[in-house]
């Protein structure tokens, strides 16, 4: 949902712009009046961790010898870890602050703070004065500052931060025995909320099961009509009693209006709140799709008793319906296959602390990786993550914290309401089909089962379009087992209850554990090493191929049975607390940067794009084309009917694909060559649609390293000034020809010479498998970024980057 809450008596309009604008000044908050946003309020904070943990006078005094506070902006994590942690992750307690003043207007207002992610333990004070405690760090909570404010003196908002081990927040487990790493601070944006006292509230905050802010509902959903219901929750903290109207208006793609209502509320009393039900009939409407994900967007606003809009929120909205059988989904009434992944959030060196950007970024790849379907495993992700799935058309499993741990009586109430807060939150993202409210691989009890999945009925209590899910086959809509929760080799092919069932982890512990049975035969004399499919970039050529076989065979396997789609395990590669070593399972390394598994499901989507350009005729060679004495085979994916593969521009083969014990469900089966022995040359494979050429990929067998190339990931976002943004700056080794050095290990330096940006983490980087990899974080101004890179033999490179604002 996209939160947005301001007054807008247009006589105001100046006056919120100035505010506005000198909101952003260090130390100062001004009256937003009419501020068409939730002031973000992520500059200008201090911070320092590793002080004594007891609260007292000093941590609230501008002038603080005794600590050293640290000027900082949020997204924020609390240190830069490393890549591989040789020991675990920060664990401890840490405090952020912020002094800000008020104005005398704003105290006939509401002021309040929203945190999107606080982890995860959070104590929030004002002027010395504890307001309130919040567990768990992946789900939002506000505090309402409004009787505790200074007017025209300094206030002192501080935050304390615990992120120790702790049996009854979830995930609950000891982080040295955990699969993931959940790391710590305020790292996901804040909002200063300053409000008109009659105003729309929030779901989480409200805490009313199926009510707070907005809820939207469709129904009778068709191509020729709609039906769309709205509920909105208004409250009345006035000190009399106020009448009110709610204008809601349903904007299209093109900003043109398509449905608008007003309607009076009930007289509201001094703290009083109610919910407004508006109901819409919408003629034709543009359905949401991943093929077509089309967003309306819904604007809903307070009007008081003189006509006056006073408080206003927009929700990006998609008209679509869901349906989950046994014999398979249905979206908008068509039976769609889900073909999916799961992701972790984090990144090198900043863990959990990704701007908005960074989040569309990778749901952007999810995308570009061919896939439709994304399980947030395994805890809920950022509002930024599941807007950019609205906007690129992922469909979504929402997950709350856990993973192998059912902790007591404590921990199974924070866990239920973690349920209801997830689904509070999330509730109107069209890209939300699955809620799991289920702890991960868990031995959970029956009775929390029934309660977990009561709780997200509860919340939406409508007979169409809600589900929920859970790896164990008891209470849940959709039962949704790893792979090797069963046995090999019929894995869970003859699951025969009348449940729908999706396998939502493949492809690594069955090779890992070395129960797969399939292609183990087959690659008898491969070390234990060399079978599975952890296998990092930089480990070359056999161990890539290996890995991606490892997901093909498994993928292809799965359309053997009810199985209605399955998510790999994974999209990227991440960190776990049991390990200090990185888990390498994802078909990207950490940094983003595809392996060729990722190549293998990108061509199990598409030849014809879909609406944003994704699906396009592709080809790759899983090759690094390097010299051989011997016969060798050279697979090759692509969602092309045919495939020519050519030796120095002479066509050794042109096939149609495979037809093996590996290919035998797939839309589009690999393409496997076979290539004599060559001392070195040019691999070239072209892709054939109704036999004309779609689309070619080269390979040349790589010379000395010769010079540096430079480039930047911006995956559908420039790099964005003032938010924290980074991007991923890749440094290739490559020959004098241009073509990457894959064997390349070279050190290599950034620096930045020019413009507002900072490089983060270590600095020489050793490249993996010829490439390098830093973070080039923007600063507050925008402009151009000048970078260098330079490695000992080989001249130094340039690139320009732009930095934009946002």
């Known amino acids: 949902m996209l939160f947005r809450s301001f007054t807008l008596p247009s006589r105001l309009l100046l006056a919120a712009l100035v505010a506005l604008i000198s909101c ?38 501008r002038t603080d010898p005794s600590k050293p506070w640290e000027t900082v902006g949020l997204p924020h994590t609390p240190r830069l870890e490393p890549v591989v942690t040789a020991g675990r992750q920060w664990q401890g307690t840490c405090f952020y602050r912020r002094f800000f003043r008020i104005s005398p207007a704003d105290t006939a207002r509401r002021v309040a703070i929203r945190f999107e992610g606080a982890m995860h333990e959070a104590d929030v004070y004002l002027n010395g004065r504890r307001l309130q405690r919040h567990q768990g760090g992946y789900l939002p909570f506000t505090v309402d500052l409004t009787p505790y404010l200074q007017v ?9 931060l615990n992120n120790q081990d702790n049996p009854t927040i979830p995930p609950g487990k000891p982080l040295k025995d955990l699969d993931f790493n959940y ?24 805490g009313r099961v199926a009510g707070g ?116 989904f249905y979206l908008n009434g068509q039976k769609t296959r889900l073909r999916g992944t799961n992701r972790h959030q984090e990144y090198p060196y900043l863990g959990y602390a990704l701007s908005d950007e960074m989040q569309y970024r990778d749901a952007w ?172 970039r930089g480990q070359g050529e056999r161990a890539l191929v290996q890995q991606a076989l490892n997901f093909q065979e498994a993928h292809n396997d799965n359309f053997v049975g009810p199985a209605i789609g399955d998510a790999n395990w994974l999209q990227f590669d991440y960190k776990r607390g049991y390990a200090p070593d990185i888990e390498s399972s994802g078909i990207m390394d950490i940094y983003r940067l595809p392996k060729f598994a990722f190549y293998f499901y990108q061509s199990q989507y598409g030849p014809a794009p879909d609406a944003l350009g994704f699906g ?10 390097q010299a051989s004495t011997a016969p060798r085979q050279v697979r090759v994916y692509s969602n092309c009917a045919e495939v020519e593969l050519q030796l120095d521009g002479k066509t050794l083969a042109r096939q149609r694909p495979d037809q093996d014990q590996y290919s035998s469900h797939l ?102 498998a010829g490439i390098a990899t830093t973070l080039l974080r923007a600063g507050r101004t925008p402009g151009t970024v000048q970078l260098t890179a330079t490695a000992q033999g080989l001249p130094a490179a340039t690139l320009s980057v732009r930095s934009v604002k946002p």
């Open 24 to 61: 952003t000044q260090p130390g100062t908050l001004s009256s937003p009046g009419s501020s068409p946003l939730p002031l973000t309020f992520n500059a200008d904070w201090e911070f320092v961790r590793d002080v004594d943990t007891a609260v007292g006078p000093t941590f609230f005094a």
């Open 152 to 160: 025209n003196a300094d206030n002192c908002l501080l935050v304390k």
């Open 183 to 206: 790391y710590g601070g305020l790292y996901r944006p804040v909002q200063l909320l300053i409000q008109d006292r009659l105003r729309i509230t929030d779901a989480v905050e409200s």
């Open 213 to 328: 802010g907005i809820l939207v509902h469709y129904e009778n959903v068709s191509p020729q009509q709609a039906t769309l219901h709205v509920q909105t929750e208004i409250r009345n903290d006035h000190h009399a009693a106020r009448p009110a109207k709610l204008r809601t208006v349903l904007l299209n793609t093109a900003g043109q209006e398509v449905a608008r209502a007003v309607t009076a509320a009930p007289l509201l009393t001094p703290g009083a709140a109610t919910a407004v039900a508006q109901t819409f009939s919408l003629k034709s409407p543009q359905l949401w799709s991943p093929e077509q994900p089309t967003l309306y967007r819904l604007r809903v606003e307070v009007l008081d008793d003189k006509g006056r809009s006073v408080d206003q929120q927009e929700v990006a909205t998609g008209v679509r319906t869901i349906r989950f059988a046994p014999e398979g």
């Open 365 to 536: 790849k999810i995308k570009e990786a061919g896939f439709n379907f994304v399980r947030c495993s395994h805890y809920p992700p950022s509002p930024a993550f599941l807007r950019a799935c609205d906007e690129l058309g992922i469909l979504v499993m929402n997950s709350i914290p856990g993973w192998q741990f059912f902790g007591g009586e404590a921990f199974q109430r924070n866990s239920l309401q973690h349920v209801r807060d997830m689904v509070r939150r999330d509730r109107n993202h069209p890209s939300i089909v699955l809620w799991e409210a289920a702890l991960n691989e868990t031995d959970m009890s029956k009775s929390f089962m029934d309660q977990a999945h009561q709780a997200v009925h509860e919340e939406l209590p409508f007979p169409t379009d809600v589900y929920t899910c859970g790896w164990l086959d008891y209470a849940y809509d959709v039962f949704i087992p790893a792979r090797q929760h069963a046995k090999a080799p019929d894995y869970w092919h003859k699951y025969n209850k009348p449940k729908p069932i999706l396998l939502c982890e493949y492809g690594d512990w069955e090779y890992y554990a070395q129960n797969a049975g399939f292609n183990q035969t087959a690659y008898a004399g491969l070390k234990e090493s060399e079978r599975t499919s952890r296998q990092l």
């Open 616 to 625: 396009k005729p592709m080809v790759y060679l899983a090759s690094y084309a």
């Open 667 to 768: 839309q589009h089966p690999s393409f496997t060559f076979t290539v004599p022995p060559f001392s070195g040359g040019t691999l070239r494979a072209v892709a054939y649609v109704n036999g004309k050429v779609a689309a070619e990929h080269l390979r040349r067998t790589p010379g000395p390293a010769h010079h540096l190339l430079l480039r930047i990931d911006k995956s559908g976002r420039d790099l964005t000034t003032g938010r924290q943004d980074a991007v991923f700056v890749y440094a290739t080794v490559v020959d004098a020809q241009g073509t990457p050095v894959p064997e390349a290990a070279t050190p290599i330096r950034f620096a930045v010479t020019s413009g507002d940006a900072e490089l983060l983490g270590d600095n020489p980087v050793a490249a993996e």
